[in-house]
């Protein structure tokens, strides 16, 4: 029965039932599979069982579509001719890039058994479009929903719709404010990707100037790497010391958003979800990161030395983290230790209370 209902045509058969398409008749193909050919509006469109995509026969339309949040971008963008070209590459894009990571699938589903999710993380997508988001982030963003929404759906709703009415309150805005922010303008805004760009970039300059790199990689994209883990374990310092009472799971919903961004600049990124058959059901799993791992690895150092007054002893987790640049030198003991408290700083006023105002 689970099988029968997470098959693709079944699933695409509840997501047109979401988007007002009406069954109108069963047809059978050239190798004897039970078709359902579905109408809306004087449009017609048939569910290939076999397939298991969309093709558009009224008005005909000569590549099958893989899902109907694809037909349905499609319609909205042969609407305006002048923009066909540029809206589906950027939405073609964002779902390449969740497909990569293992997300497709999972996200198909909650778009083709939940309406109201659907139209929320449609019109986030649109809005990130039209503000000039890139599709990394509009990606990463979805797939942050995605997993917010099995602890939470009403959460990850929420998520999707503030979302949205940032970035059409962006749209308003130069399009350059968005990096360079400055720490007054950024009261105002519920986001903390502007605050992570800003210091990801400046901990690049740091670990560059100070020559310091990861060995086995031995690449820019290892420092970049780098410095996103480096500012993600100086914001879990920011937030131990603001005292917020942030929910794990909360807390870590902002650690997976961490992963999203870091698989971003990853060639080949690994797959972190699959299906798997046991032996009562398909089921859904997904995995986490080396990244992820690393994460936690440095949360259990600043935890492991922190005194029951709340104080943190930052030399084993400063040691570590320069061991794993592959730096011997004992000069950069110092400049890390004291560059990680600027960096914590800048993480409690521009970083941790819009990471509250997101998660709660």
Same mark, same amino acid.
């Given at each position: 029965?689970?099988?029968?209902?997470?098959?693709?045509?079944?699933?695409?058969?509840?997501?047109?039932?979401?988007?007002?398409?009406?069954?109108?008749?069963?047809?059978?193909?050239?190798?004897?599979?039970?078709?359902?050919?579905?109408?809306?509006?004087?449009?017609?469109?048939?569910?290939?069982?076999?397939?298991?995509?969309?093709?558009?026969?009224?008005?005909?339309?000569?590549?099958?579509?893989?899902?109907?949040?694809?037909?349905?971008?499609?319609?909205?963008?042969?609407?305006?001719? /002048?923009?066909?070209?540029? +809206?589906?590459?950027? !939405?073609?894009?964002?779902? *390449?890039?969740? @497909? $990569?990571?293992?997300?497709?699938?999972?996200?198909?589903?909650?778009?083709?058994?939940?309406?109201?999710?659907?139209?929320?993380?449609?019109?986030?997508?649109?809005?990130?479009?039209?503000?000039?988001?890139?599709?990394?982030?509009?990606?990463?963003?979805?797939?942050?929903?995605?997993?917010?929404?099995?602890?939470?759906?009403?959460?990850?709703?929420?998520?999707?719709?503030?979302?949205?009415?940032?970035?059409?309150?962006?749209?308003?805005?130069?399009?350059?404010?968005?990096?360079?922010?400055? /720490?007054?303008?950024?009261? +105002?805004?519920?986001? !903390?990707?502007?605050?992570? *760009?800003?210091? @990801? $970039?400046?901990?690049?300059?740091?670990?560059?100037?100070?020559?310091?790199?990861?060995?086995?990689?031995?690449?820019?994209?290892?420092?970049?790497?780098?410095?996103?883990?480096?500012?993600?374990?100086?914001?879990?310092?920011?937030?131990?010391?603001?005292?917020?009472?942030?929910?794990?799971?909360?807390?870590?919903?902002?650690?997976?958003?961490?992963?999203?961004?870091?698989?971003?600049?990853?060639?080949?990124?690994?797959?972190?979800?699959?299906?798997?058959?046991?032996?009562?059901?398909?089921?859904?799993?997904?995995?986490?990161?080396?990244?992820?791992?690393?994460?936690?690895?440095?949360?259990?150092?600043?935890?492991?030395?922190?005194?029951?007054?709340?104080?943190?002893?930052?030399?084993?987790?400063?040691?570590?983290?320069?061991?794993?640049?592959?730096?011997?030198?004992?000069?950069?003991?110092?400049?890390?230790?004291?560059?990680?408290?600027?960096?914590?700083?800048?993480?409690?006023?521009?970083?941790?209370?819009?990471?509250?105002?997101?998660?709660?």
């Amino acid at each position: 029965m689970w099988r029968a209902y997470t098959h693709p045509s079944h699933v695409l058969g509840r997501q047109a039932a979401n988007m007002n398409w009406v069954a109108i008749s069963r047809i059978s193909d050239s190798d004897g599979y039970k078709n359902v050919k579905l109408a809306r509006n004087g449009m017609e469109v048939i569910i290939s069982f076999q397939n298991g995509n969309i093709e558009l026969v009224k008005p005909w339309h000569e590549t099958p579509f893989k899902d109907f949040i694809e037909l349905e971008r499609w319609l909205a963008t042969i609407e305006k001719e /002048s923009t066909d070209d540029e +809206d589906a590459s950027y !939405y073609e894009a964002v779902n *390449d890039f969740i @497909t $990569s990571h293992g997300f497709y699938e999972p996200l198909l589903e909650l778009q083709g058994t939940d309406e109201e999710y659907c139209i929320a993380s449609m019109k986030m997508h649109k809005a990130g479009y039209l503000s000039g988001q890139s599709e990394k982030i509009v990606g990463a963003l979805t797939m942050d929903s995605v997993k917010k929404y099995k602890q939470n759906r009403q959460l990850s709703i929420l998520f999707l719709q503030k979302l949205e009415e940032q970035f059409l309150n962006e749209q308003e805005e130069d399009d350059n404010s968005l990096h360079a922010l400055t /720490s007054d303008e950024s009261n +105002d805004i519920d986001d !903390y990707h502007p605050g992570l *760009d800003k210091a @990801t $970039s400046e901990a690049e300059i740091f670990l560059k100037r100070n020559n310091m790199y990861v060995p086995l990689r031995g690449n820019g994209r290892a420092i970049n790497i780098s410095s996103e883990l480096f500012v993600y374990i100086a914001s879990y310092l920011a937030m131990l010391d603001s005292g917020e009472n942030i929910a794990a799971v909360s807390w870590n919903s902002f650690k997976s958003s961490i992963e999203n961004r870091i698989l971003a600049t990853v060639e080949n990124p690994p797959s972190l979800s699959e299906s798997i058959v046991t032996p009562e059901s398909t089921t859904f799993v997904h995995y986490t990161s080396e990244y992820f791992t690393e994460m936690t690895r440095m949360e259990d150092l600043v935890l492991n030395n922190r005194s029951k007054s709340g104080e943190i002893e930052l030399q084993p987790l400063v040691s570590y983290f320069l061991r794993s640049l592959g730096s011997n030198n004992p000069e950069h003991q110092s400049q890390f230790q004291e560059y990680l408290s600027e960096v914590t700083e800048f993480a409690s006023r521009e970083i941790v209370p819009k990471v509250v105002c997101v998660f709660g």
